[in-house]
T-cell receptor, first 113, second 112 residues
Framework: DVKVTQSSRYLVKRTGEKVFLECVQD?????MFWYRQDPGLGLRLIYF???????EKGDIPEGYSVSREKKERFSLILESASTNQTSMYLC????????????FGPGTRLLVL | QKEVEQNSGPLSVPEGAIASLNCTYS??????FFWYRQYSGKSPELIMS????GDKEDGRFTAQLNKASQYVSLLIRDSQPSDSATYLC????????????FGKGTTLSVSS
C-alpha cells in the first residue's frame, strides 16, 4: 500500500512566522503535490513536482514555496504566514504509470493567529 | 478551461438504497477519471478509477464513464450509513499535465 505521511496533523503559528510542512512517500512516486482545502472552495493546487529539484506552480502559488531535494520528500514553505493561510494542507503523490491516480497523506490543519 | 462540476448536495438516501453521484468535465480529451471519498476531517481516499467508456464495478461501487457526453458517475448500491461522506470527482486533463482537476465534491448522507 502507498503510504504518504505528513510531519504534523495540527499546527498553530503566529502571523509572520516561517512555516515548514513536510511530506514523505514510500512508493518511489515521481510526482508529488501540495493542495490546500477550504470549505466551499474545494481542493486547490499550490505546487507540484515531477522530479527531484523540479517544481511547477499550481493555481495558487502566491505566498508559498516548495523544495524537493530527495525523491521521497516534498516540503511546502510559508515564507511569512498570514491569517488567510489558515487551512487544511494536503500532500499527495502519484506515479505516471497509474493513470495519474493520486494518494493523499492525512493532512495538516494549520491555524495562523 | 479546466473544470470539473459536481452537485454539492447534500444528497440524502435511506439505508439500502442506490446513491447516484454525477460529475461533468470540460476537457473532451481527458483520459483518466477518479472518485475519492472524504470523511469529515480526513483526507481524500481513492475508491475508483475508470479510463474507458462503460461501467466498472468494484463491490458495491460502480463507476460509469461517457466520454462523448463528458460525464462520469458513481453508483453506490445498498448504501450504508458508513458511506456518508463527501465524494470528489477528479479528472486527468491533457492541459493539466500530471495534475488532477478536482470537483468541489458532493456530500452524501445515508440515513438508517
Amino acid at each position: 500500500d502507498v503510504k504518504v505521511t505528513q510531519s504534523s496533523r495540527y499546527l498553530v503559528k503566529r502571523t509572520g512566522e516561517k512555516v515548514f510542512l513536510e511530506c514523505v512517500q514510500d512508493m518511489d512516486h515521481e510526482n508529488m503535490f501540495w493542495y490546500r482545502q477550504d470549505p466551499g472552495l474545494g481542493l486547490r493546487l499550490i505546487y507540484f513536482s515531477y522530479d527531484v529539484k523540479m517544481k511547477e506552480k499550481g493555481d495558487i502559488p502566491e505566498g508559498y514555496s516548495v523544495s524537493r531535494e530527495k525523491k521521497e520528500r516534498f516540503s511546502l514553505i510559508l515564507e511569512s504566514a498570514s491569517t488567510n493561510q489558515t487551512s487544511m494542507y494536503l500532500c499527495a503523490s502519484s506515479s505516471p504509470g497509474e493513470g495519474g491516480s493520486q494518494y493523499f497523506g492525512p493532512g495538516t490543519r494549520l491555524l495562523v493567529l | 478551461q479546466k473544470e470539473v462540476e459536481q452537485n454539492s448536495g447534500p444528497l440524502s438516501v435511506p439505508e439500502g438504497a442506490i446513491a447516484s453521484l454525477n460529475c461533468t468535465y470540460s476537457d473532451r480529451g481527458s483520459q483518466s477519471f477518479f472518485w475519492y471519498r472524504q470523511y469529515s476531517g480526513k483526507s481524500p481516499e481513492l475508491i475508483m478509477s475508470i479510463y474507458s467508456n462503460g461501467d466498472k464495478e468494484d463491490g458495491r461501487f460502480t463507476a460509469q464513464l461517457n466520454k462523448a457526453s463528458q460525464y462520469v458517475s458513481l453508483l453506490i448500491r445498498d448504501s450504508q450509513p458508513s458511506d456518508s461522506a463527501t465524494y470528489l470527482c477528479a479528472v486527468n486533463m491533457r492541459q493539466a499535465g500530471t495534475a488532477l482537476i478536482f470537483g468541489k465534491g458532493t456530500t452524501l448522507s445515508v440515513s438508517s
